[in-house]
């Protein structure tokens, strides 16, 4: 069986940012352990921005796999006992994830010093099925509970995502950057808010998937369809201890309790 640890081989990557983000403690491991930068063919080129400043990766062209050195991405746990990162760990590693290593995002010159605690406010989606998108995608009455009830106890908000995201999101709610700070179309600067906030609201989209890698405390809704066993499909569901999955019925609730036990200072961003 190929493995990593192998001369020349290359890890076959072929999911999204979070799952990369689970995998990062795998390949940190495997570079301090061998010396060599771990080679990745990664298809998706906003992922590789997020990690050009990683000195353990090195990514590939698709011309550079092989058979002979290929090693698979391992994907995730069946049977749903070991989290992600835990279960990727193991399969590249072939050792238990000891915490050794934490997942990783760079770190870009120009972010600004953030000397308060604040939320992360989530909206996002893409328009290439915009039927199933719109179902992840929070409510009016969704968002505007977590926009008055920031306001109401001065908890600091701050809106991440694209274009896509900004207008379906303004649509709704047309004032809603009135109660927030709005950052858009820099997902390396999205990712270190993510990781420096106390905290993230979020529907099903691709920055909730990075936030659970980066086991941020999390409230994701889950507006999206269910399996007949009715079991939330493997696309919302998270092996992150701190995430609460929360229908509509249970949404006012458990945004309250976030913010109003949310601790922060008056620092304007």
Known sequence: MNTLYKKDAVLDFKSGLGNMIHTTPALQYLFKHTGKRVKVCCRKEYIMQCFQDADFLEFVPESSLNEETNV??????????????????????????????????DRPASVPKKNQNYLVLLNGGNGANSEFIEKKKMTRQML?????ISKEYHVPLIFLGNNYDYDTTKKLVPDFDDYCHVILNDIRMALNYIDESSGVISNDTGLYHAACAMEKKVIVS??????????????????????EIVGDEDWNKKIHDMISGFQHSHVQI
């Open 72 to 105: 698979y991405w391992p994907n995730y746990d069946p049977t749903n006992q070991q989290n992600d990162s835990e279960y990727i760990f193991y399969h590249l590693t072939r050792k238990q994830f000891n915490r050794q290593e934490k997942p990783y995002v």
């Open 222 to 243: 889950a507006r999206v369809p269910i399996r007949p066993n009715r079991r939330h499909s493997r696309c919302i569901y998270t092996m992150n201890p701190n995430c």
């Open 144 to 148: 505007e509970t977590v926009l008055f």
